[in-house]
């Protein structure tokens, strides 16, 4: 559960992209010790640069998420976990750091699925075309 909110906070920080999150990880072995780090050892992160969102270590942020999560019904499937979709991990540094999962995740890996991807922060005109093209997909057969 710690490493979960580890890779929450890290993911609830601006300018860290999920590129980033991959490369941190990658480079610690664990969100625990991302978080344990300090500004010299996240210098030596290939492509990270000068990155002063990591010296952010307040874990509101990542609690309230776990705290939504849990009030709404919602699975975190983490990228580093058991459970995430083998070709969604297949991409190559782009596959998001964690999916969020109300109901039951399906079969992904065996369907064609069709994944919806977009802004954190979403405009109500974006949500509503999302929503119109994923009814579309869905009854189309993905």
């Known amino acids: 559960m710690k490493e979960l909110l580890y890779q929450l906070w890290l993911t609830a920080l601006r300018g860290v ?4 999150i991959h490369r941190l990880r990658e480079h610690f072995g664990s969100f ?9 050892a996240y210098a030596e992160v ?12 307040n874990l509101d942020a990542a609690r309230k998420i776990l705290e ?11 990228y580093y976990g058991d459970g995430y979709p ?13 999916l969020y999962v109300k109901g039951t995740l399906p079969p992904v890996d065996q369907r064609l699925t069709v994944a919806v ?12 075309c999302a929503a119109e093209i994923s009814r579309d997909l869905a009854r189309a057969g993905a």
């Open 17 to 20: 992209s999920t590129v980033k």
């Open 32 to 40: 625990a010790a991302v978080y344990d780090a300090d500004a010299r």
């Open 46 to 57: 290939e492509g990270l640069g000068a990155e002063h969102a990591l010296a952010n270590k």
């Open 68 to 78: 939504d999560c849990d009030r709404l019904g919602i699975t975190i499937v983490s």
């Open 86 to 98: 083998r070709r969604l991990r297949e991409l190559d540094g782009a596959a998001p750091a964690q």
């Open 117 to 128: 991807v977009g802004a954190r922060r979403a405009s109500l005109y974006g949500n509503a």
